[in-house]
């Protein structure tokens, strides 16, 4: 009795049933790992600009380090910088989102 064909076509089986479950797994990790690393450019962009010198409300709403991150800040964030009140305060927005960032940071384990 030849039992090679018998064998291969099991052999075959397996290994395409366990390449069948392992594969998302393996996609799964890379993928966490790429978001992992969008966030961290995200927080770095971020936080590189609002630690530069303190900017007019206007200046940091139409800044693309804003319009990234917006999204993660807190409302009370968001309407502090969307208000229409242009003098002073500006000091405080940008320590305000840096302690946001800090607290994504924490939430998304980058740190």
């Known amino acids: 009795m030849n039992?090679?064909?018998i064998l291969s076509g099991t052999i075959g089986l397996i290994t395409g049933a366990v390449g069948?479950?392992?594969?998302?797994w393996?996609?799964?990790?890379?993928e966490k790992r790429r978001e992992k690393l969008r966030r961290r450019a995200l927080i770095d962009n971020t936080g590189a600009f609002f630690s530069g010198?303190?900017?007019?409300?206007?200046?940091y709403s139409d800044s693309l380090a804003y319009t990234a991150i917006r999204p993660y800040l807190?409302?009370?964030a968001t309407d502090n910088i969307?208000?229409?009140?242009?003098?002073?305060?500006?000091q405080l927005?940008?320590?305000?989102?840096l302690q946001e960032l800090m607290a994504l940071e924490r939430k998304w384990k980058l740190i």
């Open 3 to 5: 039992t090679g064909p």
């Open 20 to 24: 069948s479950l392992v594969a998302p």
């Open 26 to 30: 393996i996609h799964w990790g890379i």
């Open 53 to 59: 010198p303190v900017l007019t409300r206007k200046n």
């Open 74 to 76: 807190s409302k009370e």
């Open 82 to 90: 969307g208000a229409h009140n242009t003098t002073g305060g500006e």
């Open 93 to 97: 927005i940008k320590e305000h989102v």
